[in-house]
């Protein structure tokens, strides 16, 4: 199976930054596109970045312009570095990969257990 570790979320003022990390490890032949959701309290999960295995990158709207998404193939990482944030960006963001495993070559989608932003004065 495929294993997801996120890290660097936590509570930043308005304004700040943070970092986000995803590490997959497991029985992975390929590893396809990599990226971040969130889901706030009440609210649907939403896409925040995703990027492919080439490096092709795709925004949220109310994240572009203030995040980036980049990944590490030799490491199995995706790094996303969120800047400017807005209260508005408190969520729990989960990592998500999309991957071929061993031993059957199955193309399966993963999620990460969350890690949790708050943006807040």
């Known amino acids: 199976q495929v294993q997801l570790v996120e890290s660097g979320g936590g509570l930043v003022q308005p304004g700040g930054s943070l970092r986000l990390s995803c590490a997959a490890s497991g029985n992975i032949f390929t590893l396809n596109d990599m990226g971040w959701y969130r889901q706030a309290p009440g609210k649907q999960r939403e896409l925040v970045a995703r990027?492919?295995?080439?490096?092709?990158?795709t925004y949220g709207d109310p994240v572009k312009g203030r995040f980036s998404i980049s990944r590490d193939n030799a490491k199995n990482t995706a790094t996303l570095q969120m800047n400017t944030l807005k209260p508005e960006d408190t969520a729990v963001y989960y990592c998500n990969v999309q991957c071929q495993t061993w031993p059957h070559l199955e193309l399966g989608d993963y999620w990460g257990p969350g890690t949790q932003v708050t943006v807040s004065a």
């Open positions: 990027i492919t295995s080439s490096g092709t990158t």
